[in-house]
């Protein structure tokens, strides 16, 4: 299943200013002084080649619970990333709504999966499949709500997002341990479910922070998550009430507190275990994975829009800018690759000793996959799954490189290379199920060593090459902010013609998603919610500003595509 294990987030990294002079001239905090430009869309109108920014003119009216509260709303829209309507009743009914007949099936799914506690919406469950054993499948997962939660407030139903909001919250502030080991503050739960006493006609909630997983692995991605959705709320809503609570507040700087301490690390990246993420098992993305540098930029960019600048709030933010400069460096100049820089590296001399060295990790050319020279394409490029010292991960991940491109860790450049990317290589990465967890598959004696002879990561299955139509929702938010719909209109025909016949699996397996996976569950929520979010993007493109970050307009690039690797 796509949810259980993870790493515990008290990773510690140093957070030191770049040295480029170039860099030194971005300042994130412009984000918070810009005044809000006007912004607007026309719904029902095509994107099939405009950006997200060049639809924009001015606002709706706004209903804000005080204007105190909702300055950083307002500076929130300076992000220049159109602020989605709210009042979608239901999207079966509205007029001029071309549903596919697999749009009110997956609403019914949606709704049969909902969890309530003391008579309130707090989540979804992960999976409505009776056939199978259930595991963990019947916990309302943080990941796996985040689809859920948008399409909630899409469809303008934004209490189950509170609630659940505040719930987990809740949870945040429980002992948390693991055999005789104590788990930082802020740690998020990985997942929750409602136990009812029927004794005592009581009901409460059980977390799992990690201690019940599979690999007892703590969840970092969660707390980013849930600032994620957090901001998203307050986008949508138009309300900032929920994010000025002292207690939405303090669990923000919990959150990042365990990030942003300072310890032994030289980069701003987040050091990790397997199992920390999405790749919820041993698949070898320990050391800097993609997926949880992606996250981690974003969910401080939009800490930096919810928090309060005074009081502790203050220094955190302080914090926050700091970071941002050096990740968004460290990623852009060391994760990229596209030819240019493949060929750089394939040239690369070692034991490099001084400070202008070239070959900055010692990576050893001879180390290159060979696969990698004809998966990338003449003018594509993607951040690859991870760099450490002397290794080098080429795997494509797909959900680390559609956050990289709506958080604006991708250039703009970097960002319609990607896109260029999963046109040019639509066979490997989409097929005939959207879309690919990871590429290529690890085979053979690699996947014994790597996987430990995982029987579930077998090649081209789950997490080791599967392809999972929960990141539907994902592609579709990055090619609406790249202004390229008609690729995210292209995966969902693909996703339409098998996805509701077969029930909404988990995943598929298979070099192209041609089977339902071995072990997937049927009728899986965040499958069924991925689509339902990527068919409302694509009808009101709005939506996208809840999940989606502009670059500051007043920053100049770091650096171009070609020049990434000899800054």
């Not at 986008?235 to 929920?242: P, Y």
């Not at 002397?390 to 991708?410: K, P, Q, T």
């Not at 014994?448 to 090459?465: A, F």
Request: net charge negative; hydrophobic share 40%.
């Amino acid at each position: 299943m796509s949810t259980f294990n993870y790493l515990n987030g008290d990773a510690t990294t140093k957070s030191a200013d770049s040295t480029s002079d170039d860099f030194d001239d971005i300042d994130f905090s412009k984000l918070l002084l810009e005044k809000p430009r006007p912004l607007n869309i026309e719904r029902l109108r095509s994107l099939e080649e405009r950006s997200l920014t060049e639809l924009s003119t001015s606002p709706p009216p706004r209903n804000n619970a005080d204007n105190a509260s909702s300055s950083r709303v307002q500076q929130d829209r300076a992000d220049n990333v159109v602020s989605p309507s709210v009042g979608f009743n239901t999207p079966r009914s509205l007029a001029g709504f071309e549903s596919h007949p697999m749009v009110g099936e997956a609403w019914d799914a949606l709704r049969r999966s909902m969890v309530y506690f003391r008579g309130q919406p707090v989540g979804t469950i992960a999976a409505v499949d009776n056939s199978e054993e259930k595991l963990n499948y019947d916990q309302v997962f943080v990941r796996d709500f985040v689809p859920s939660a948008l399409a909630f407030l899409m469809n303008g139903e934004p209490d189950i997002v509170k609630n659940f909001l505040l719930k987990t919250l809740r949870l945040q502030s429980w002992e948390k341990k693991i055999d005789r080991f104590q788990l930082g503050e802020g740690v998020m739960p990985a997942s929750f479910k409602v136990f009812h006493d029927p004794v005592r006609n009581y009901e409460t909630l059980i977390a799992d922070f990690g201690e019940s997983a599979i690999g007892r692995v703590a969840p970092v991605d969660s707390g980013f998550w849930w600032i994620i959705l957090l901001r998203a709320y307050t986008k949508s809503t138009g309300d900032s009430s929920l994010a000025d609570m002292p207690e939405c507040q303090k669990g923000i700087r919990l959150i990042l507190s365990l990030c942003l301490s300072e310890g032994f690390d030289t980069f701003p990246t987040l050091l990790c275990a397997d199992g920390c993420c999405m790749i919820d098992r041993r698949m070898g993305v320990y050391g800097y994975p993609i997926e949880i540098q992606a996250l981690f930029f974003m969910s401080l960019r939009c800490a930096l829009l919810l928090l309060k600048h005074e009081g502790e709030g203050k220094e955190m933010v302080e914090q926050i800018v700091k970071r941002l400069h050096a990740l968004s460096y460290h990623m852009r100049s060391y994760f990229w690759l596209d030819l240019k820089q493949l060929n750089d590296i394939y040239r690369y001399k070692t034991e490099e000793y001084s400070h202008t060295a070239v070959n900055k990790f010692n990576v050893i050319p001879d180390s290159l996959p060979e696969w990698v020279f004809d998966f990338m394409p003449p003018q594509g490029g993607f951040f690859i799954g991870n760099v450490s010292p002397a290794r080098m991960d080429f795997r494509w991940f797909a959900l680390g490189n559609c956050i990289a491109i709506l958080s604006s860790l991708a250039t703009p450049e970097q960002s319609t290379a990607i896109m260029d990317l999963i046109e040019a290589r639509w066979e490997e990465l989409v097929g005939e199920m959207p879309l690919k967890v990871c590429y290529p598959a690890i085979e053979n004696h690699e996947w014994k060593i790597v996987t430990g002879c995982d029987p579930k990561n077998t090649r081209w299955s789950y997490h080791n090459g599967g392809s999972w139509p929960v990141l539907l929702w994902l592609l579709t938010a990055a090619c609406i902010k790249t202004g390229r719909p008609q690729i995210a209109r292209r995966a969902i025909e693909v996703a339409e013609a098998r996805l509701h016949k077969d029930n909404w699996p988990e995943y598929y397996d298979g070099t192209v998603g041609r089977y339902v996976g071995k072990q997937a569950r049927k009728c899986q929520t965040w499958s069924i919610a991925g689509y339902l979010v990527a068919k409302m993007m694509l009808e009101d493109p709005s939506h996208v500003g809840m999940v989606a970050l502009e670059e500051d307009k007043q920053m100049k690039p770091v650096m171009r595509r070609s020049n990434s690797w000899t800054c």
